[in-house]
């Protein structure tokens, strides 16, 4: 995977020169552009303003499941949360997780790189509780223990990890004592069935049954094989999260 840090950086700065090329050009065909989401704007070290935080506290609709998702958690080492697109499951759950104890720590593990990224991003500018760190994992396995342990300051340990699936199977591998003050693996996007979510999985059901200290273990997805997964992990029934449908605007360019 290379350092997820620095090539998720690479990433968005080449994102960042497309965006401004096609702005170019929409210049010079005298078309104006339309505002940049927060996340790609590269003022101010591509931070987002206080207004662009309000529509995180906005309410989703897994906020109205908190409590029977924790309680699902808490019941089994392994849980399935099936959360239609726009519910919040990737931003929420983690935070939900963080909240029910200052001992938490959470993993979430991604099967693409740039999702990861966002997702580490998003949770550095917003949506944290207070004193909450966090880390992304990627690189020289010894190196991310070593920030694990400072903080991804230097000043506290991080308590939420974003990381690929296939780093995450690689710590699972080589490091599996990381885990090993880990309280929540959370797998997103676990229908998507690639070789790194798989073997991922393999290793976190291998360590739920043979290792003294393992984490609960979450999975997430819009479209999960809820049948399978529960007769491999044997977890309980699925938790089914509505999702948010949004109003579409016709636009006509000419």
Known sequence: DGDASEGGADDVSRLLAHVAALEALLAAAGVAAPPRPSRFRDDDGGGASDDD?????????????????????????????????????????????????ANAKVVVAQPRRLAALQLY????????????RVGLGGGEL???????????????????????SGVCAKLLTYKPRFFDDVTHLCVDEVHERDVDTDVALALARERLRRARLAPRVVLLSATLDAALLRRYFGAAAPLDIPGRRHDLARVCVE
């Open 53 to 101: 935080d309000d529509d995180d506290e906005e309410a989703l609709p897994i906020d109205a499941y908190r409590e029977d998702i924790l309680q699902a958690v808490d019941a089994m080492p392994a849980s399935i949360v099936r959360g239609e697109t726009g519910s919040g499951k990737s931003t929420r759950l983690p935070r939900f997780l963080l909240e029910s104890s």
């Open 121 to 132: 991003e998003r949770a550095r500018r917003r949506g944290l509780p207070a004193g909450v």
């Open 142 to 164: 010894d190196a991310m223990r070593r920030r694990s342990d400072a903080g991804d300051d230097g000043k506290g340990r991080v308590r939420l990890w974003y990381m690929t």
